[in-house]
């Protein structure tokens, strides 16, 4: 058998001398690699924005709709234990929304903003929070001893006299405050000072806050760290008036209305995705003292973690028929099914335009072979085998895949940066704009280069085989 070294120079010269030939093949490898290599990276960057949107491993279910035979569904403290035993289930988040009027009054940066929040406000306990920055403010305050307000203002009040010439006897309007106004306020229902409920907010809202609020609103957009932003301006910056009750019956109320004040904190993936987050226990001595003690033991939804992506349809279906439970949105799953299909369609495309190149290959060598007869004799003649010559082949197949592959990754890697580039600079900022299309990784370099080389070497396998099993004798007199 020939030795290593001689036959790569073989492969080597060979593939040099017939570049000509070959250079259509390269080109036809490297486009091939290039759309797979590029579409392989569009989908997995594609994937990392979904999942900021819609994570896989997570799902939101809450009680079925009632009906005279079911009776209502509730999700209770028994229902999360119950729900923690499936194996298939590593961790479950229950959601308590506010779900009753409420109006909200702040100003950012000189700006007016009122919003209302009956169904774009829930609780979750703090321990379901990852970010350490919003963790360290995300809590119960209220549950801490709390001193008595100051009474900042006395201004003694005195009615006209009586048509008699009598007087009335006079009463005095006090205005209170805290010591630290900063972060405390005197709620009118106790006279005591209540550090201000901390809410959060989750990255899909402040993306969309800077994409479409902002800038319609000439609003600051929020960069980088929430946490650090709110740093930056202090404890006023993102504050707010809560009116608890506004808008209900009265007879349905079990408290008079209230304001209150809260104050965003910070961000983490375990807030509403759109709208504001309070810890559980704020929303529900809210909802016991406006709508009674039962109110506060039913929870609105569950966020489930599951082990397995793969398990959410099954698991959907069995929450559905043992527990009255329902996923609150198929959007996840849709966009899910639709980015799967497209990735396959446009791998299917890219494989066959490298499954044509492979063709091409094969015709190339085959005429190579036809040229190349006499020399292939000659190599018999002189003691070279049959694996030798088939060796030779397929080497040079597989140098044509590889320089293809190379030539059609890196043309990849410089088109993603070049439309990246110009997604980044010319396209204005929209909800979700990720800062890249594409997630280039390192298998998919080195996946690219070994499938260039596999199809190279399937296409040139037959003409090299031809070539091995030429007889010496017969290719030397033709």
Known sequence: MMPTNKLFKMIWRNTLRSKGDFALSIIGVAFGILMFVLFLALSKGAEKSLQAVFPADQLEVRPQRATFAMGEKRITDETIKELLSDPRITAAIPRMQLAMPASGVGSFEGESIRLFLESVVDGIAPEALTDERAIAEFKDWDALPMEPCLVKTGKEICPPPHEDGTQASCRVERTYTCADDQRYYCDQKDRKCHRRVPVIMSPAMIEMYNAQFARGNNLPAITGDLGTFIEKRGPKAMRFHITLGVGMNPQDLKARPRKIEAAIVGMDKAAMRIGATMPLAYIKRFRSEFLGPDAAKKYSSVLLTVKNPDEIAPLIKWLEKEHGLTNTSDAAQNVSSAHLIITIILLAISIAIIALSALNIAHS??????????????????????????????????????????????????????LDTLHSSQVADYAFKPESWFDFQWWMILGGLLFAIFFCVLGGFLPARRAANLPPAQALTQ
């Open 365 to 418: 060598f085959f005429s190579q072979i036809a040229k190349r007869r006499r020399e292939i004799g000659v190599l018999r003649a002189v003691g070279a085998t049959k694996t030798d010559v088939l060796f030779v082949i397929l080497g040079e197949a597989a140098l044509i895949g590889l320089i293809g592959g190379a030539v059609g990754t890196a043309l990849a890697l410089a088109i993603g940066a070049i």
